[in-house]
């Protein structure tokens, strides 16, 4: 990140791809460990600490996508106790969103989330809702063709209530979830 910032110039939104992870989970749910797990969050974290310290005011962080739904029953347990575990950690007095006022949106189709993971990503939107120095978006039962589908719906919706005729791009884009960061400048 710091050689990327000194060779294209300062950006303002960094989004981050996590993939080719899969074989590495599915041994992981088989026996029960989670070493590489720990590995990738500890490198999340390393992540957010240099986009503060490069100035990178949003970071978005794409983790589970919709499609994930489709894995074993026993893959996406232990997926959600992961995420459960790692979500609950955010909320220490200790962690680096409070050190560094980080401002932590979930954005996704939350409803298809386990009730105990949703809970523990809503409570660390509060939590966190003060902050404002970074803002880090993390995609969790997402992805962008439900994203569009979610906005044109509420555009729908938003139309029938105040008698608008059409419908412009501008109303689907205020009803994006992503609406909250500007877009990203890079793609790693």
Known sequence: MFVLGHIYGSFAHSSRLYHGWKQEVRKEARSGRRV??????????SMLQYCYELGIKYVTVYAFSIDNFRRKPEEV???????LEKIKSLLDKESIVHEYGIHVYFIGNLVLLSDQVRAAAEEVMDATAENSRVVLLVCVAYNSTDEIVQAVKKSCVTKLDRDMETIQL???????????????????
């Open 36 to 45: 590489w797990s720990q590995t990738g969050f500890s490198a999340l974290m």
């Open 77 to 83: 347990q232990s997926l959600m106790d992961l995420m």
């Open 170 to 188: 501008v109303d689907i884009e205020e009803n994006m979830q992503m609406s909250v960061a500007p877009d990203p400048d890079i793609l790693i």
